[in-house]
């Protein structure tokens, strides 16, 4: 039987030691710490709520994991860059668990939840490294050219979740370390973003003129900024909300609080807004997220799936809807929205957002002010991109698509 400690980590250096993970004969198991259930905070109030019994994961369907671990482990890059490290370390990673890559994460993983190593990395420090470079190596990763995965960069990208290439970093000003344990003093918690292989070449302005447009929006992100190189590449870059400073936030994404399959899309954002109601009890959080809705149908973010959606728990155990993430022109699988707007996914129309705002709580002259000044801001979007740095195609191309998404609403 293979056996991991799951710990809370609010602060550096401050372990709350929360139960452990087992697993025998392929099947999963967790049982919380009585003194961690007597502490009454709720990590995973749905799928794996406070208590004293040994729950089994059952829901082989949404995936090998509770879902609140889950969040712990990479998706498809970070999972690539794992693989690769691990194997040109001599592990046969087909013969590893899950259990077996969350002790490999440790404590460098996204949100508050750590666990205890089997499986050492390499000594982390913080030797400054060349953003360009690493973004040459996800390159090759991508385009199958190299077999091998520098230790730098799998420190830095191996435990984001997401399939772009990105990694972690530590922001000083302009000086840029590994980001993916503790920083030194002054140094801020990032995430920058790569090209995948089938973005814009210019997808970093992109997704930062959108970042411009959302805020303008009233939506809550965190601070955003283009990375120049030496070589003339730009990179998107964003603050993590999960970190600030030494401490650290337990996220949890809707998804995964949910265990629906983001790979899957099943989901309408009616669920979203009644998770929010439920969980946060918030009616601001509500309008936060049901403005991100409009948001997503009227630019084109049809990359809107349930685990680009996350709540945050602070430490006396309140949850809020978390700022937004992954905002930026997706056309979606299939030309539809990954979320269905009260079950259209293809063409929400403006009936649709005021039955499925009215129906969730929202005044109908909420939901009127909110579509008003999405479509007014995206109406600007030409001016973002200029000021992004985004190419006259590109901005083109997505302007015409913009445009019919405002006539149609």
């Known amino acids: 039987m293979k056996r991991i400690k799951v710990f809370l980590s609010f602060e550096e250096k401050s372990e709350i030691f929360v139960g452990e993970l087992a697993e025998k004969e392929h099947r999963i198991y967790f049982q919380y710490d009585p003194d961690f259930v007597r502490r009454s905070l709720w990590l995973s ?19 090998p994991i509770f879902g609140l671990f889950d969040d712990s482990l990479p998706d498809g890059w970070g999972l690539m860059l794992m693989d690769r490290y691990l194997r040109g370390r ?15 994460l440790g404590s460098n993983t996204m949100g508050a939840l750590t666990y205890k190593h089997v499986l050492e ?35 830095a990208g191996g435990s984001p979740g997401g399939a772009r290439p990105k990694v972690l970093v530590g922001l000083c000003k302009d000086k840029l370390i590994s980001g993916e344990g503790n920083l030194p003093d002054g140094f801020e918690h990032w995430i920058v973003k790569f090209n995948g292989i089938n973005d814009y070449p210019d997808s970093g302005s992109v997704e ?23 070589q003339g590449s730009v990179f998107f870059g964003v603050k993590r909300f999960d970190r600030s400073g030494k401490k650290r936030f337990h996220s949890h994404t809707f998804g995964n609080l949910i265990h ?19 969980l946060t009890k918030n009616h601001m959080d509500l309008i936060r997220g049901f403005r991100q809705m409009v948001f997503n149908i009227i630019t084109n ?14 430490p006396k155990g309140l949850w809020t809807l978390s700022p937004a993430y992954d905002l930026t022109f997706s056309t979606g699988s299939g030309g539809e929205h990954s979320m269905t707007v009260d079950g259209e996914g293809r063409s929400p129309s403006v009936a649709n ?17 909110i579509i008003d000044q999405v479509t007014q801001v995206a109406a600007n979007w030409p001016e973002y991109a200029e000021t992004a ?21």
């Open 121 to 155: 990395p390499d000594t982390i420090n913080t030797v400054p490294f060349d953003l360009y470079d690493l973004h040459i190596q996800s390159q090759k990763i991508l385009m199958g050219k190299t077999q091998t995965v520098l230790t730098e960069l799998m420190k």
């Open 208 to 230: 930062y003129a959108y970042s411009l447009m959302a805020k303008d929006c009233g939506i809550s992100m965190p601070e955003t900024r283009l990375f120049n190189t030496g």
């Open 90 to 104: 001599g592990f046969s990673v087909e013969q590893l668990s899950v259990l077996d890559r969350l002790s490999f």
């Open 260 to 278: 629906s399959n983001f790979r899957i899309p099943s989901c309408d954002y009616e669920m979203l807004f009644r998770v929010i109601n439920d």
């Open 389 to 409: 740095g985004v190419n006259e195609r590109t901005m083109e191309e997505i302007s015409s698509v913009l445009t019919g998404n405002r006539h149609g609403s």
């Open 353 to 369: 957002i005021y039955h499925l705002g009215e129906k969730s709580g929202l005044k109908k002259r909420d939901i009127t002010l």
């Open 301 to 314: 973010n049809r990359d809107d799936h349930v685990k680009n959606f996350s709540f945050t728990m602070n």
């Open 45 to 63: 109030p749905y799928r794996l709520p406070l208590g004293y019994n040994l729950y089994e994961h059952i829901d082989v369907d949404f995936g």
